[in-house]
C-alpha cells in the first residue's frame, strides 16, 4: 500500500522534512521512494511547499496518509476533515491499549 508521509533530511538538529510517496514497507529512512510531492521546514513552518494536484491525485488512487501528514495537508488547506492527535498514541501503554469490561455478577437477594 503507497503511504503519504514525511521523510527526514537536513543537518542534525536542524529538522527539514521531504513529502514523499512511498511503499509502506519500506523504512522511513531507507530513501526508496515513488516521487516527491513538496517539502516541509520545522523552522519557517510559513514555507510549507506542497504539490496540491498530485497529492490529490495519489490519494484518489488509493494512497493513504500518516496522521502527521494528514493534520498537515489539513492545515494547509490540500484536503478537509478532523485532525488526529498524534500525541495521545505515545502516552498510551502497550498492554493497556483498551479497558477490562468486569463482568456483571448478581448476587442472589437475602
Excluded: C
Excluded at 496540491?52 to 502527521?68: F, P, Q, V, Y
Excluded at 500525541?87 to 456483571?104: L, V
Amino acid at each position: 500500500m503507497l503511504m503519504i508521509r514525511l521523510q527526514r533530511v537536513g543537518r542534525r538538529n536542524d529538522p527539514s522534512f521531504r513529502v514523499v510517496i512511498t511503499d509502506s514497507r519500506n523504512s522511513t529512512k531507507s530513501g526508496k521512494f515513488v516521487e516527491i510531492v513538496g517539502n516541509y521546514d520545522t523552522r519557517h513552518k510559513d514555507k510549507v511547499q506542497l504539490d496540491k494536484e498530485r497529492i490529490l491525485h495519489w490519494i484518489k488512487n488509493g494512497a493513504r496518509t500518516s496522521d502527521t501528514m494528514n493534520n498537515l495537508l489539513i492545515s494547509n488547506g490540500v484536503i478537509t476533515g478532523k485532525k488526529i492527535n498524534v500525541s495521545s498514541k505515545s502516552k498510551i501503554p502497550a498492554g493497556a491499549s483498551e479497558p477490562k469490561a468486569e463482568a456483571k455478577t448478581e448476587t442472589p437477594a437475602s
